[in-house]
């Protein structure tokens, strides 16, 4: 079975803190996606990456950062965070084309106060 | 970027009763694919249908794809209280080799 794990389910963090979310495959994907979900707005992507040390904005880009420095992990950096970053962070991978399955991970709800 | 529209936004029904979602979308798509998502959770994939398909079965799941009304539905017959669940649609973006994009989802209660 494919397997997708986040760092954290819950993560409390205070404003101005800097924020590592990591994600972790086992299915040697290329691609691998950071998304944030918000009620009402739906899923929506922050950042990509289709192979290692590269990435991609998606489309909210701003106020993140992202690394992939090995195949298999994908982190998501908030240099800063700000009460309007939270949200339920969820990290997904896939083979091939960028538009092809994607695997999530269980998400990790990210409260800033 | 394009996405897919859900429809209804939310959808409430008894235990054995079929459920039905829609999901229209804007642009040319070589796939189109289901995604379930129990409350809390990540994405789980259910489906994918390709554009020179028009109907597709996994289970008691049900996909049609009407590309000449850029649609498609998604039927889950029998369902069940563990169906209860929030349902996205998602499509290549606008053009090549893009990401998915994702539609706000139709929000299933199933009522035993």
């Known amino acids: 079975d494919v397997k997708v794990t986040q760092s954290s389910r819950y993560l409390v963090k205070r404003t101005g803190e800097k924020v590592f979310l990591e994600c972790v495959q086992d299915m040697d994907h290329e691609n691998m996606f950071w998304y944030r979900q918000d009620p009402g707005l739906g899923l929506r992507l922050i950042y990509f990456?289709?192979?290692?040390?590269?990435?991609e904005k998606g489309d909210i880009p701003e106020g993140y950062s992202v690394s992939r420095e090995k195949k298999e992990r994908f982190s998501l950096i908030l240099e800063s965070a700000s009460t309007n970053q939270t949200s339920m962070y969820l990290c997904?991978?896939?083979?091939?084309?960028?538009?092809?399955?994607?695997?999530f991970g269980p998400g990790t709800r990210l409260t800033v106060l | 970027s394009q996405q897919g529209e859900e429809d209804p936004q939310a959808l409430s029904i008894q235990e054995g009763e079929n459920a039905t979602m829609n999901c229209s979308y804007k642009t040319s798509i070589n796939n189109l694919q289901w995604y379930r998502q129990n409350s809390g959770r990540g994405l789980v994939h259910l489906i994918l249908i390709r554009s020179n398909e028009r109907e597709k079965h996994s289970g008691r799941l049900r996909v049609t794809l009407d590309t000449s009304k850029k649609s498609s539905s998604l039927l889950i017959t029998a369902s069940r209280a563990a169906d209860t669940a929030s349902y996205f649609c998602?499509?290549?973006?606008?053009?090549?080799?893009?990401?998915?994009?994702f539609g706000k989802g139709t929000r299933l209660s199933v009522i035993a």
């Open positions: 998602a499509t290549p973006g606008n053009s090549g080799n893009t990401p998915l994009v």
């Open positions: 997904a991978s896939s083979s091939g084309r960028l538009y092809n399955e994607q695997f």
């Open positions: 990456s289709y192979d290692v040390k590269m990435k």
